[in-house]
């Protein structure tokens, strides 16, 4: 339920700013991609004088609506990080680059038995993560992901894998291998982002079943066996 509440929250937060973004470039105001730009819109529409007074109006009701999902989203995830500090596995999977505190409650709470799937790569193709498969002339060409699965889940871990992207590209991603970096090197970032969540779910999987816990060095991340 908690997690259901959280994902309703958001999904109702994100149609908000879009509408927002879309009434505010008809009077020719945009703002910065991000979630975190809309407020910033909405105090500078506030502040506008050139508007019309009814616009102002009308963005200042969004305005109170925005913020109003936006404190109900961090009581959520408040409620979720209190879950979190109690749950061992949680701890040890919000470890894993991309994933956090947040990441790390949802898959556990949306997860069924993972012991129900027989490898990582069935519980990355159970996410949605896995390229379809096309095959011409003897050859097997991987095409885009099944989107099959957990929605939710499969955003969190690709939403995750591309702000690791992001600070790798800038230089100051401390979770670079040798793997990451051959393919950004011949591979489209949103392809990235994707094969990165998937190796995150399939290292997901690994430490719940196993018990294991995530230990990353600047080269290569690895497993560890739990003390």
């Not at 470039?25 to 991000?34: N, S, V, Y």
């Not at 991309?98 to 490898?119: H, Q």
């Amino acid at each position: 339920m908690l997690v259901g509440m959280r994902d309703r929250l958001v999904r109702n937060r994100t149609q908000l700013a879009n509408a927002i973004r879309g009434y505010a470039a008809e009077f020719g105001l945009t703002a910065a991609k991000g979630i975190c730009r809309v407020e910033v819109l909405l105090a500078d529409i506030a502040c506008d004088n050139t508007l019309p007074q009814l616009a102002r109006d009308l963005f200042a009701i969004h305005r109170r609506e925005y913020e109003l999902l936006q404190v109900e989203i961090e009581k959520v995830e408040a409620r979720l990080m209190e879950w979190h500090r109690k749950d061992e596995c949680s701890q040890r999977l919000s470890r894993i680059p991309g994933v956090g505190p947040i990441g790390a409650s949802l898959l556990m709470m949306k997860t069924p038995d993972p012991r129900l799937l027989k490898s990582g790569r069935d519980f990355a193709a159970w996410m949605g993560l896995t390229p379809k498969d096309h095959s011409t002339a003897g050859r097997a060409r991987p095409g885009g992901i099944t989107r099959a699965g957990d929605e939710l889940l499969r955003s969190v871990l690709v939403n995750g894998a591309t702000a690791v992207l992001k600070q790798v590209r800038a230089g100051r991603g401390r979770n670079a291998s040798p793997w990451l970096h051959n393919l950004l090197g011949h591979k489209k970032p949103k392809l990235v982002a994707v094969a990165l969540a998937n190796r995150t779910a399939r290292i997901a999987w690994k430490m719940m079943v196993s018990g294991e816990s995530y230990r990353a060095t600047p080269a290569q991340p690895v497993l560890a066996k739990a003390a």
